[in-house]
Protein backbone atom coordinates (compact mmCIF):
# COMPACT_ATOMS: atom_id res chain seq x y z
CA UNK A 1 0.00 0.00 0.00
CA UNK A 2 2.92 2.57 1.01
CA UNK A 3 4.65 1.89 -2.34
CA UNK A 4 1.31 2.05 -4.55
CA UNK A 5 0.46 5.79 -2.60
CA UNK A 6 4.26 6.82 -3.10
CA UNK A 7 3.61 6.02 -7.44
CA UNK A 8 0.15 7.77 -7.32
CA UNK A 9 1.73 10.68 -5.55
CA UNK A 10 4.93 10.75 -7.98
CA UNK A 11 2.74 10.60 -10.90
CA UNK A 12 0.47 13.40 -9.94
CA UNK A 13 3.61 15.40 -8.71
CA UNK A 14 5.15 14.51 -12.47
CA UNK A 15 1.93 15.76 -14.31
CA UNK A 16 1.62 18.82 -12.47
CA UNK A 17 5.37 19.74 -13.27
CA UNK A 18 5.97 20.81 -17.14
CA UNK A 19 9.63 19.51 -18.08
CA UNK A 20 11.95 21.64 -18.77
CA UNK A 21 14.44 21.64 -22.06
CA UNK A 22 17.40 23.97 -22.46
CA UNK A 23 16.98 27.04 -24.76
CA UNK A 24 20.19 28.02 -25.11
CA UNK A 25 23.43 27.71 -23.16
CA UNK A 26 26.91 29.64 -22.63
CA UNK A 27 25.26 32.73 -22.77
CA UNK A 28 27.05 35.80 -22.16
CA UNK A 29 25.57 38.05 -19.49
CA UNK A 30 24.20 40.32 -21.61
CA UNK A 31 22.62 38.14 -24.05
CA UNK A 32 21.44 35.72 -21.19
CA UNK A 33 19.60 39.32 -19.93
CA UNK A 34 17.88 40.14 -22.93
CA UNK A 35 16.96 36.87 -23.65
CA UNK A 36 15.16 36.65 -20.11
CA UNK A 37 13.50 40.10 -20.36
CA UNK A 38 11.65 38.70 -23.80
CA UNK A 39 10.68 35.26 -22.48
CA UNK A 40 8.97 37.84 -19.56
CA UNK A 41 7.05 39.16 -22.54
CA UNK A 42 6.14 36.11 -23.96
CA UNK A 43 4.57 34.87 -20.93
CA UNK A 44 6.92 31.91 -21.01
CA UNK A 45 8.09 30.48 -18.19
CA UNK A 46 11.88 29.63 -17.64
CA UNK A 47 14.91 28.08 -15.38
CA UNK A 48 18.37 29.59 -15.21
CA UNK A 49 21.19 26.83 -15.29
CA UNK A 50 24.54 26.94 -14.35
CA UNK A 51 27.20 28.20 -17.25
CA UNK A 52 24.29 30.59 -18.78
CA UNK A 53 21.85 28.00 -19.49
CA UNK A 54 18.43 29.41 -19.90
CA UNK A 55 15.55 26.34 -19.66
CA UNK A 56 11.79 26.77 -20.59
CA UNK A 57 9.08 23.84 -21.09
CA UNK A 58 9.74 21.14 -23.35
CA UNK A 59 6.83 21.94 -25.13
CA UNK A 60 7.33 25.36 -25.94
CA UNK A 61 11.70 25.12 -27.03
CA UNK A 62 11.10 25.58 -30.88
CA UNK A 63 8.50 28.37 -30.71
CA UNK A 64 10.81 30.40 -28.38
CA UNK A 65 13.94 29.67 -30.24
CA UNK A 66 11.74 30.88 -33.46
CA UNK A 67 10.34 33.83 -31.94
CA UNK A 68 13.81 35.09 -30.06
CA UNK A 69 15.35 34.66 -34.05
CA UNK A 70 12.78 37.24 -34.97
CA UNK A 71 13.98 39.93 -32.40
CA UNK A 72 17.64 39.11 -33.38
CA UNK A 73 18.17 37.28 -29.81
CA UNK A 74 21.24 35.97 -29.37
CA UNK A 75 23.39 38.20 -30.57
CA UNK A 76 26.43 37.13 -31.54
CA UNK A 77 29.58 38.40 -29.20
CA UNK A 78 30.99 40.79 -31.78
CA UNK A 79 30.01 42.89 -34.57
CA UNK A 80 31.21 41.59 -38.37
CA UNK A 81 30.43 43.47 -41.60
CA UNK A 82 26.78 43.94 -41.15
CA UNK A 83 28.46 47.32 -39.63
CA UNK A 84 28.90 48.39 -42.99
CA UNK A 85 25.06 47.54 -44.04
CA UNK A 86 23.90 50.98 -42.33
CA UNK A 87 26.14 53.92 -43.25
CA UNK A 88 25.06 57.23 -42.18
CA UNK A 89 25.56 59.98 -45.13
CA UNK A 90 28.44 62.20 -45.06
CA UNK A 91 30.99 59.81 -42.92
CA UNK A 92 34.29 60.30 -43.18
CA UNK A 93 36.62 58.08 -44.40
CA UNK A 94 38.85 58.19 -40.76
CA UNK A 95 35.36 56.47 -39.38
CA UNK A 96 34.60 53.95 -42.85
CA UNK A 97 37.96 52.82 -42.03
CA UNK A 98 37.39 52.22 -38.50
CA UNK A 99 34.24 49.67 -39.13
CA UNK A 100 36.22 48.43 -41.90
CA UNK A 101 38.76 47.30 -39.27
CA UNK A 102 36.23 46.47 -36.59
CA UNK A 103 34.19 44.59 -39.01
CA UNK A 104 37.18 42.43 -40.06
CA UNK A 105 37.93 41.86 -36.69
CA UNK A 106 34.29 40.10 -35.51
CA UNK A 107 34.21 38.03 -38.31
CA UNK A 108 37.78 36.43 -37.86
CA UNK A 109 36.63 36.02 -34.22
CA UNK A 110 33.52 34.83 -34.86
CA UNK A 111 35.48 31.96 -37.08
CA UNK A 112 37.95 31.31 -34.92
CA UNK A 113 35.25 30.79 -32.12
CA UNK A 114 34.05 27.62 -34.32
CA UNK A 115 36.66 25.52 -33.30
CA UNK A 116 35.82 23.34 -30.67
CA UNK A 117 38.12 24.24 -27.85
CA UNK A 118 37.73 27.80 -28.30
CA UNK A 119 34.89 29.37 -25.99
CA UNK A 120 35.60 33.32 -27.43
CA UNK A 121 37.69 35.00 -28.83
CA UNK A 122 38.83 38.62 -29.41
CA UNK A 123 41.54 39.93 -32.51
CA UNK A 124 43.20 43.33 -32.39
CA UNK A 125 44.30 44.60 -35.46
CA UNK A 126 46.78 47.37 -35.77
CA UNK A 127 46.75 48.91 -39.94
CA UNK A 128 49.94 51.65 -40.21
CA UNK A 129 48.89 54.18 -42.27
CA UNK A 130 50.04 53.80 -45.94
CA UNK A 131 53.40 55.82 -47.10
CA UNK A 132 54.22 57.47 -50.84
CA UNK A 133 57.67 55.92 -50.10
CA UNK A 134 58.22 52.16 -50.34
CA UNK A 135 60.55 52.26 -47.35
CA UNK A 136 58.82 54.02 -44.65
CA UNK A 137 55.96 51.58 -45.10
CA UNK A 138 54.94 49.43 -42.35
CA UNK A 139 53.46 45.70 -42.59
CA UNK A 140 50.43 45.95 -40.00
CA UNK A 141 50.17 43.50 -36.90
CA UNK A 142 47.81 41.28 -35.41
CA UNK A 143 46.96 40.00 -32.23
CA UNK A 144 44.43 37.39 -30.53
CA UNK A 145 42.89 36.71 -27.56
CA UNK A 146 41.63 33.04 -26.82
CA UNK A 147 39.20 32.01 -24.14
CA UNK A 148 39.59 27.72 -23.96
CA UNK A 149 37.33 25.71 -22.58
CA UNK A 150 38.04 23.89 -19.23
CA UNK A 151 40.22 21.53 -19.59
CA UNK A 152 41.03 21.85 -22.80
CA UNK A 153 44.20 23.09 -24.92
CA UNK A 154 45.37 23.64 -28.34
CA UNK A 155 48.17 21.51 -29.90
CA UNK A 156 50.98 23.02 -32.48
CA UNK A 157 48.39 22.30 -35.94
CA UNK A 158 45.42 24.05 -34.69
CA UNK A 159 47.79 27.20 -33.47
CA UNK A 160 49.24 27.28 -36.74
CA UNK A 161 46.31 27.28 -38.38
CA UNK A 162 44.87 30.17 -36.32
CA UNK A 163 48.00 31.73 -37.29
CA UNK A 164 47.27 31.28 -41.16
CA UNK A 165 43.56 32.23 -40.83
CA UNK A 166 44.61 35.51 -39.65
CA UNK A 167 47.32 36.12 -41.68
CA UNK A 168 45.69 35.29 -44.72
CA UNK A 169 42.33 37.46 -43.79
CA UNK A 170 44.40 40.59 -43.70
CA UNK A 171 46.53 41.98 -46.77
CA UNK A 172 50.48 42.41 -45.65
CA UNK A 173 50.26 40.64 -43.06
CA UNK A 174 53.23 37.93 -42.24
CA UNK A 175 53.19 35.00 -39.54
CA UNK A 176 55.58 36.31 -37.54
CA UNK A 177 53.36 39.67 -36.64
CA UNK A 178 50.51 37.20 -35.39
CA UNK A 179 50.46 36.76 -31.33
CA UNK A 180 48.26 34.45 -29.99
CA UNK A 181 47.83 34.17 -26.01
CA UNK A 182 44.94 32.60 -24.03
CA UNK A 183 42.97 33.76 -20.99
CA UNK A 184 45.97 32.93 -19.18
CA UNK A 185 48.35 35.30 -20.42
CA UNK A 186 50.56 31.81 -22.05
CA UNK A 187 51.66 32.51 -25.54
CA UNK A 188 50.51 30.33 -28.17
CA UNK A 189 52.20 31.79 -31.31
CA UNK A 190 55.96 31.27 -30.45
CA UNK A 191 58.17 29.43 -33.24
CA UNK A 192 57.58 25.54 -32.35
CA UNK A 193 60.57 24.07 -31.40
CA UNK A 194 62.44 27.08 -30.28
CA UNK A 195 62.88 26.97 -26.36
CA UNK A 196 63.17 30.96 -25.72
CA UNK A 197 65.33 30.37 -22.89
CA UNK A 198 68.20 28.36 -24.05
CA UNK A 199 68.05 29.63 -27.79
CA UNK A 200 67.55 25.96 -28.32
CA UNK A 201 65.70 24.72 -31.54
CA UNK A 202 63.93 21.15 -30.59
CA UNK A 203 64.36 20.38 -34.85
CA UNK A 204 67.98 20.72 -34.82
CA UNK A 205 68.63 18.87 -31.60
CA UNK A 206 66.45 15.87 -32.59
CA UNK A 207 68.20 16.10 -36.12
CA UNK A 208 72.00 15.76 -34.01
CA UNK A 209 70.58 12.86 -32.00
CA UNK A 210 68.96 11.39 -35.27
CA UNK A 211 72.63 11.76 -36.88
CA UNK A 212 73.81 10.46 -34.11
CA UNK A 213 71.97 7.32 -33.70
CA UNK A 214 72.50 6.42 -37.38
CA UNK A 215 76.15 6.32 -36.84
CA UNK A 216 76.21 3.98 -33.71
CA UNK A 217 73.66 1.31 -35.50
CA UNK A 218 76.07 1.65 -38.50
CA UNK A 219 78.76 0.04 -36.03
CA UNK A 220 77.05 -2.11 -33.97
CA UNK A 221 75.44 -3.90 -37.14
CA UNK A 222 79.29 -4.10 -38.85
CA UNK A 223 80.60 -5.49 -35.18
CA UNK A 224 77.45 -8.22 -34.00
CA UNK A 225 78.01 -10.45 -36.81
CA UNK A 226 81.89 -10.68 -35.11
CA UNK A 227 81.48 -10.82 -31.68
CA UNK A 228 77.86 -11.59 -31.07
CA UNK A 229 74.90 -9.61 -29.74
CA UNK A 230 75.37 -6.83 -26.92
CA UNK A 231 79.09 -7.65 -27.09
CA UNK A 232 79.69 -4.24 -28.58
CA UNK A 233 78.99 -0.89 -27.71
CA UNK A 234 79.47 2.51 -29.45
CA UNK A 235 78.78 6.24 -28.48
CA UNK A 236 79.31 9.16 -31.27
CA UNK A 237 78.78 12.62 -30.38
CA UNK A 238 77.76 14.78 -34.10
CA UNK A 239 78.90 18.45 -33.93
CA UNK A 240 76.40 20.15 -36.75
CA UNK A 241 76.97 23.67 -37.72
CA UNK A 242 73.04 25.03 -38.38
CA UNK A 243 74.26 28.97 -39.27
CA UNK A 244 72.79 29.83 -42.67
CA UNK A 245 75.36 32.07 -44.77
CA UNK A 246 73.97 33.42 -47.72
CA UNK A 247 77.22 36.05 -49.77
CA UNK A 248 77.00 37.96 -52.66
CA UNK A 249 80.56 39.35 -54.09
CA UNK A 250 81.13 41.48 -57.43
CA UNK A 251 84.53 41.11 -58.70
CA UNK A 252 86.83 43.54 -60.96
CA UNK A 253 90.20 42.35 -61.80
CA UNK A 254 92.35 43.78 -64.26
CA UNK A 255 92.83 42.37 -67.96
CA UNK A 256 95.94 40.13 -67.24
CA UNK A 257 98.67 39.92 -70.39
CA UNK A 258 97.38 35.69 -70.87
CA UNK A 259 94.10 36.61 -71.44
CA UNK A 260 93.63 39.44 -74.87
CA UNK A 261 91.87 42.87 -73.99
CA UNK A 262 88.81 43.67 -75.45
CA UNK A 263 88.12 46.93 -76.83
CA UNK A 264 84.70 48.24 -75.74
CA UNK A 265 84.60 51.23 -77.86
CA UNK A 266 87.64 53.94 -78.98
CA UNK A 267 86.67 57.73 -80.28
CA UNK A 268 89.78 59.05 -82.47
CA UNK A 269 89.91 63.56 -82.83
CA UNK A 270 92.36 65.18 -85.28
CA UNK A 271 92.82 69.14 -85.30
CA UNK A 272 95.40 70.73 -87.79
CA UNK A 273 96.59 73.98 -86.25
CA UNK A 274 97.92 76.23 -88.86
CA UNK A 275 100.46 78.80 -88.01
CA UNK A 276 98.65 81.65 -90.08
CA UNK A 277 95.78 80.90 -88.17
CA UNK A 278 93.63 84.16 -86.85
CA UNK A 279 94.08 85.39 -83.26
CA UNK A 280 90.86 84.42 -81.39
CA UNK A 281 89.85 84.16 -78.03
CA UNK A 282 88.18 87.33 -75.95
CA UNK A 283 89.02 90.75 -77.30
CA UNK A 284 91.51 93.08 -75.42
CA UNK A 285 95.12 93.76 -75.19
CA UNK A 286 95.81 90.06 -74.07
CA UNK A 287 94.37 88.27 -76.46
CA UNK A 288 96.59 90.52 -79.05
CA UNK A 289 99.71 89.80 -77.60
CA UNK A 290 102.45 87.69 -79.90
CA UNK A 291 102.44 83.98 -79.07
CA UNK A 292 105.39 83.31 -76.74
CA UNK A 293 107.75 80.68 -77.60
CA UNK A 294 107.19 77.07 -77.18
CA UNK A 295 108.05 74.92 -74.57
CA UNK A 296 108.29 71.76 -76.56
CA UNK A 297 109.62 70.74 -79.97
CA UNK A 298 106.29 70.58 -82.21
CA UNK A 299 106.82 67.55 -84.20
CA UNK A 300 104.32 65.64 -86.77
CA UNK A 301 103.23 62.39 -86.03
CA UNK A 302 104.86 59.53 -87.45
CA UNK A 303 104.62 59.25 -90.89
CA UNK A 304 102.76 62.65 -91.45
CA UNK A 305 105.72 64.35 -93.31
CA UNK A 306 104.92 67.95 -94.52
CA UNK A 307 102.43 67.82 -97.42
CA UNK A 308 101.28 64.58 -96.41
CA UNK A 309 97.40 64.08 -96.10
CA UNK A 310 95.69 63.23 -92.88
CA UNK A 311 93.04 60.80 -91.73
CA UNK A 312 90.20 63.51 -93.15
CA UNK A 313 91.90 63.57 -96.26
CA UNK A 314 93.16 66.70 -95.88
CA UNK A 315 97.31 67.59 -96.88
CA UNK A 316 99.83 68.75 -93.61
CA UNK A 317 101.62 72.13 -95.06
CA UNK A 318 104.88 72.57 -93.43
CA UNK A 319 103.64 75.33 -91.46
CA UNK A 320 101.10 73.63 -89.05
CA UNK A 321 100.38 70.97 -86.86
CA UNK A 322 98.05 67.83 -86.93
CA UNK A 323 96.72 67.44 -83.57
CA UNK A 324 95.53 63.80 -83.13
CA UNK A 325 93.20 62.60 -79.61
CA UNK A 326 92.32 59.26 -79.35
CA UNK A 327 90.08 57.78 -76.81
CA UNK A 328 90.24 53.63 -76.42
CA UNK A 329 87.40 52.05 -73.90
CA UNK A 330 88.35 48.65 -72.79
CA UNK A 331 85.91 45.80 -70.94
CA UNK A 332 86.66 45.25 -67.41
CA UNK A 333 86.37 41.71 -65.98
CA UNK A 334 83.39 41.60 -63.35
CA UNK A 335 82.49 38.69 -61.29
CA UNK A 336 78.94 38.30 -59.67
CA UNK A 337 79.03 34.97 -56.97
CA UNK A 338 76.07 34.39 -54.90
CA UNK A 339 76.54 31.69 -52.40
CA UNK A 340 74.45 29.87 -50.06
CA UNK A 341 76.36 27.42 -47.64
CA UNK A 342 73.86 24.48 -46.48
CA UNK A 343 73.18 24.09 -43.28
CA UNK A 344 73.47 21.04 -40.87
CA UNK A 345 76.60 20.36 -42.14
CA UNK A 346 78.53 17.61 -40.11
CA UNK A 347 81.77 19.63 -38.94
CA UNK A 348 83.11 16.71 -36.74
CA UNK A 349 82.62 13.15 -35.39
CA UNK A 350 83.63 11.50 -32.27
CA UNK A 351 83.18 8.08 -31.68
CA UNK A 352 83.49 5.43 -28.99
CA UNK A 353 83.73 1.58 -29.16
CA UNK A 354 84.40 -0.49 -26.41
CA UNK A 355 83.95 -4.16 -27.43
CA UNK A 356 84.11 -7.20 -24.97
CA UNK A 357 86.48 -9.97 -24.23
CA UNK A 358 85.97 -12.90 -26.08
CA UNK A 359 84.94 -16.43 -24.30
CA UNK A 360 87.77 -18.76 -25.33
CA UNK A 361 88.44 -22.10 -23.52
CA UNK A 362 91.58 -22.30 -21.40
CA UNK A 363 93.70 -25.63 -20.52
CA UNK A 364 90.79 -27.15 -18.79
CA UNK A 365 87.90 -26.60 -20.95
CA UNK A 366 86.60 -24.29 -19.08
CA UNK A 367 85.17 -20.69 -21.08
CA UNK A 368 87.12 -17.56 -20.00
CA UNK A 369 87.06 -13.86 -20.72
CA UNK A 370 90.10 -13.24 -22.99
CA UNK A 371 91.28 -10.19 -24.20
CA UNK A 372 91.95 -9.23 -28.67
CA UNK A 373 95.28 -8.83 -30.13
CA UNK A 374 96.44 -6.17 -31.33
CA UNK A 375 96.16 -7.01 -34.86
CA UNK A 376 92.36 -7.48 -33.95
CA UNK A 377 92.15 -4.07 -32.69
CA UNK A 378 93.32 -3.00 -35.29
CA UNK A 379 90.89 -4.33 -37.66
CA UNK A 380 87.66 -3.03 -35.35
CA UNK A 381 89.39 0.24 -36.15
CA UNK A 382 89.34 -0.10 -39.74
CA UNK A 383 86.12 -1.21 -39.57
CA UNK A 384 84.77 1.45 -37.68
CA UNK A 385 86.57 3.93 -39.52
CA UNK A 386 84.63 2.92 -42.74
CA UNK A 387 81.28 2.56 -41.48
CA UNK A 388 81.19 6.05 -39.72
CA UNK A 389 82.88 7.39 -43.09
CA UNK A 390 86.15 8.91 -40.84
CA UNK A 391 87.91 12.20 -41.97
CA UNK A 392 91.13 13.23 -40.79
CA UNK A 393 91.14 16.21 -42.10
CA UNK A 394 87.85 17.88 -40.40
CA UNK A 395 89.41 16.48 -37.21
CA UNK A 396 87.19 12.93 -36.85
CA UNK A 397 88.51 11.00 -33.96
CA UNK A 398 87.99 7.03 -32.64
CA UNK A 399 88.98 5.46 -29.87
CA UNK A 400 88.17 1.88 -29.71
CA UNK A 401 88.47 -0.08 -26.47
CA UNK A 402 88.95 -3.96 -25.75
CA UNK A 403 87.56 -4.51 -21.94
CA UNK A 404 85.74 -7.34 -19.92
CA UNK A 405 81.65 -6.32 -19.60
CA UNK A 406 79.92 -6.88 -15.90
CA UNK A 407 78.13 -9.66 -16.54
CA UNK A 408 81.43 -11.91 -18.07
CA UNK A 409 83.61 -10.43 -15.17
CA UNK A 410 81.51 -11.41 -12.23
CA UNK A 411 78.84 -13.99 -12.86
CA UNK A 412 75.61 -13.44 -10.83
CA UNK A 413 74.09 -16.63 -9.26
CA UNK A 414 70.59 -17.41 -9.13
CA UNK A 415 70.52 -16.94 -5.68
CA UNK A 416 71.89 -13.28 -5.74
CA UNK A 417 69.36 -12.47 -8.35
CA UNK A 418 66.20 -13.51 -6.23
CA UNK A 419 68.02 -12.13 -2.92
CA UNK A 420 68.29 -8.94 -5.13
CA UNK A 421 64.35 -9.16 -6.49
CA UNK A 422 62.64 -9.45 -3.19
CA UNK A 423 64.85 -6.37 -2.27
CA UNK A 424 64.00 -4.18 -4.99
CA UNK A 425 60.34 -5.73 -4.62
CA UNK A 426 59.43 -6.50 -1.33
CA UNK A 427 56.64 -4.08 -1.06
CA UNK A 428 54.88 -5.79 -3.78
CA UNK A 429 55.47 -9.03 -2.69
CA UNK A 430 54.31 -8.45 0.68
CA UNK A 431 50.90 -6.86 -0.41
CA UNK A 432 50.52 -9.50 -2.73
CA UNK A 433 51.09 -11.86 -0.12
CA UNK A 434 49.03 -10.20 2.25
CA UNK A 435 45.90 -10.47 -0.43
CA UNK A 436 46.62 -14.29 -1.26
CA UNK A 437 45.77 -15.00 2.78
CA UNK A 438 43.24 -12.67 2.97
CA UNK A 439 41.87 -14.95 -0.25
CA UNK A 440 42.63 -18.32 1.38
CA UNK A 441 40.51 -17.09 4.32
CA UNK A 442 37.68 -16.40 2.92
CA UNK A 443 37.83 -19.43 0.38
CA UNK A 444 38.62 -21.85 3.13
CA UNK A 445 36.93 -20.29 6.41
CA UNK A 446 33.77 -18.51 4.94
CA UNK A 447 33.07 -20.04 1.48
CA UNK A 448 33.44 -23.21 2.21
CA UNK A 449 31.30 -23.74 5.65
CA UNK A 450 28.38 -22.02 3.70
CA UNK A 451 28.65 -23.88 0.25
CA UNK A 452 28.61 -27.21 3.10
CA UNK A 453 25.25 -25.90 4.66
CA UNK A 454 24.14 -25.77 1.62
CA UNK A 455 24.44 -29.22 0.26
CA UNK A 456 23.46 -30.87 3.34
CA UNK A 457 20.00 -32.92 3.64
CA UNK A 458 17.22 -32.05 5.41
CA UNK A 459 16.99 -33.61 8.70
CA UNK A 460 14.68 -36.82 9.20
CA UNK A 461 11.09 -36.60 11.12
CA UNK A 462 12.14 -37.21 14.46
CA UNK A 463 15.93 -36.16 14.27
CA UNK A 464 15.47 -33.47 17.10
CA UNK A 465 13.74 -36.02 19.51
CA UNK A 466 16.97 -37.97 18.98
CA UNK A 467 19.12 -35.61 19.11
CA UNK A 468 17.93 -34.97 22.52
CA UNK A 469 17.88 -38.19 24.09
CA UNK A 470 21.05 -38.75 22.94
CA UNK A 471 22.36 -36.28 24.97
CA UNK A 472 20.82 -37.69 27.96
CA UNK A 473 23.63 -39.80 28.31
CA UNK A 474 22.01 -43.70 26.61
CA UNK A 475 25.08 -43.44 23.85
CA UNK A 476 27.02 -45.57 25.78
CA UNK A 477 25.39 -48.48 25.17
CA UNK A 478 25.21 -48.52 21.46
CA UNK A 479 27.76 -51.02 20.68
CA UNK A 480 26.50 -53.61 22.50
CA UNK A 481 22.61 -53.56 22.00
CA UNK A 482 22.94 -53.24 18.19
CA UNK A 483 21.57 -57.34 18.15
CA UNK A 484 18.29 -56.38 20.02
CA UNK A 485 17.01 -54.26 17.08
CA UNK A 486 14.95 -57.57 15.51
CA UNK A 487 13.78 -58.37 18.75
CA UNK A 488 12.38 -54.61 18.86
CA UNK A 489 10.88 -54.75 15.47
CA UNK A 490 9.25 -58.34 16.24
CA UNK A 491 7.55 -56.40 19.61
CA UNK A 492 5.06 -54.21 17.41
CA UNK A 493 3.35 -57.55 16.26
CA UNK A 494 0.85 -57.41 18.88
CA UNK A 495 -0.47 -53.95 18.54
CA UNK A 496 -3.32 -52.88 20.55
CA UNK A 497 -2.91 -55.33 23.72
CA UNK A 498 -0.99 -54.47 26.72
CA UNK A 499 2.96 -54.42 25.94
CA UNK A 500 5.68 -55.04 29.14
CA UNK A 501 7.10 -51.49 30.17
CA UNK A 502 10.36 -53.66 29.68
CA UNK A 503 9.24 -53.99 25.60
CA UNK A 504 8.02 -50.10 25.82
CA UNK A 505 11.27 -49.06 27.05
CA UNK A 506 13.42 -51.74 24.29
CA UNK A 507 11.17 -49.94 21.76
CA UNK A 508 12.26 -46.23 23.12
CA UNK A 509 15.52 -47.26 23.16
CA UNK A 510 15.43 -48.87 19.17
CA UNK A 511 13.88 -45.44 18.09
CA UNK A 512 16.65 -43.70 20.05
CA UNK A 513 19.31 -45.33 18.69
CA UNK A 514 18.30 -45.15 14.83
CA UNK A 515 18.19 -41.21 15.73
CA UNK A 516 21.40 -40.81 16.95
CA UNK A 517 23.04 -43.42 14.18
CA UNK A 518 20.94 -40.47 11.54
CA UNK A 519 22.14 -37.99 13.37
CA UNK A 520 26.40 -39.59 13.17
CA UNK A 521 25.53 -40.17 9.21
CA UNK A 522 24.42 -36.13 8.37
CA UNK A 523 26.70 -33.98 11.17
CA UNK A 524 29.32 -35.89 12.06
CA UNK A 525 31.18 -33.10 13.26
CA UNK A 526 28.24 -32.57 15.64
CA UNK A 527 28.57 -35.68 17.04
CA UNK A 528 32.18 -35.06 17.33
CA UNK A 529 31.59 -32.21 19.21
CA UNK A 530 29.21 -34.02 21.46
CA UNK A 531 31.81 -36.71 22.42
CA UNK A 532 34.28 -34.26 23.35
CA UNK A 533 32.36 -32.65 25.60
CA UNK A 534 31.52 -35.78 27.85
CA UNK A 535 35.52 -36.94 27.33
CA UNK A 536 36.46 -33.42 28.66
CA UNK A 537 33.43 -33.44 31.71
CA UNK A 538 33.97 -37.14 32.40
CA UNK A 539 31.08 -38.62 32.05
Do not use: C
Not at 86 to 92: L, T
Not at 342 to 351: D, W
Not at 374 to 402: C, F, H, P, W
Amino acid sequence: MAAIFAVVVGAVVLNRTPSYKVLFSNLADRDGGQITAALQQMNIPYQLGDGGAVSVPADKVYDARLRLAAQGLPKASGVGFELMDNQKFGISQFAEQVNYQRSIEGELARTIEAISSVHSARVHIATPKQSVFVREQQAPTASVMLELYPGRMLDAGQVAGILHLVSSSVPNLTLKNVTIVDQDGNLLSKQPGVDENSGLDQRQLGFVRQIEEGYVKRIEDILEPIFGKGNARAQVTANVDFSEIEQTSETYRPNSSPNPSATRSQQISEKLVNGSALPSGVPGALSNQPPSAASAPITLPPGAAPGTANLSGQSVSASGTLQRDITTNYEVDKTIQHTKVPTGVVKRLSAAVVVNYRRMPDKNGEMKPTPLTAQEVQQINNLVKEAMGYNASRGDTLNVANAAFADNAQPVTVQERVVDYVASNGTSLIKYGLLGIALLYLLFGVVRPIMRDLVKPPPAPGEAEGAAGAKGGRLLGVAGEEGEEGETAAGMAGSGSLEDPREAQRRQYSSNLEAVRELVKSDPRMAAQIIKEWISSDE
